[in-house]
């Protein structure tokens, strides 16, 4: 099987993606950077949540308190994960498009 496309799609994508930071006004660190602090933030409030759980005298009342506050957080985090991909397939067709016509322009002069 011949692989010869895949340089070609790893440098659309990669093309893409400085598009689409670009665009939103930030880097490829900072996207980073945002995504750890979230995926930090999630470990730490799931950790808290289940020990205080486990260390309550009153189980029975605080029982599923850990769930009501790691479902809107999962949530958020799939949503924003998605709207990325969305955002990041938009990029490819543009990045697409202006080598379209980039290479109509170059060919009829």
């Known amino acids: 099987m011949d692989k010869a496309w895949q340089p070609h ?40 949540n289940l020990r205080l759980e486990v260390c309550t005298i009153q189980y029975a009342s605080s029982k599923g308190r850990g769930e009501e506050s790691i479902r809107p957080l999962f949530v958020s985090a799939v949503v924003t994960a998605l709207a990325w991909v969305i955002l990041l397939g938009v990029f490819v067709g543009r990045v697409v498009y202006e080598d379209h016509t980039g290479l109509v322009t170059s060919t009829a002069s």
């Open 9 to 48: 799609f790893w440098n659309l994508l990669a093309r893409a993606w400085d598009l689409l930071v670009f665009w939103m006004g930030t880097t490829t660190p900072g996207v980073v950077v945002s995504v750890g602090l979230l995926v930090v933030i999630f470990v730490i409030i799931t950790i808290s």
